[in-house]
């Protein structure tokens, strides 16, 4: 297998605590989310309903959705409160010269 690197957004665009909604080509929108130094990128798109997440609030590794509230655990994918209940797609990534990668398989 072959690992197709794409560009997402420089590491510094997304402090601690922050989030960065990135939208590539061909693909659903993702959200870059810094947790406490460390990078991790998850789809936009909250599970339960239509409702970007980029636009809730992230307090440690746990993103709340600004639509009905419910949360995510942004390092796992996982749904942590209602209504959510299906885990977010958790995307591998690359930090490599101050910019993040996404990871592709083909
Ligand atoms: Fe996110 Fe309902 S759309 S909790």
Wanted: aromatic share 4%; glycine share 10%; with cysteine.
């Amino acid at each position: 297998i072959s690992v197709d690197r794409r560009l997402l957004c420089e590491a510094g665009e997304v402090a601690p605590g922050g989030m960065l909604r990135v939208q590539l080509e061909g693909m659903d929108p993702l959200l870059v989310c810094n947790v406490d130094g460390k990078l991790y990128a998850v789809d936009d798109e909250c599970t339960h309903a239509i409702a970007s997440l980029s636009e809730g609030r992230l307090q440690g590794n746990i993103v709340f959705c600004p639509l009905h509230g419910g949360s995510f655990d942004v390092c796992s994918g996982k749904a942590k409160s209602l209504p959510c209940k299906q885990a977010l797609r958790t995307w591998p990534i690359e930090v490599t010269d101050g910019k993040v990668y996404l990871l592709l398989k083909n």
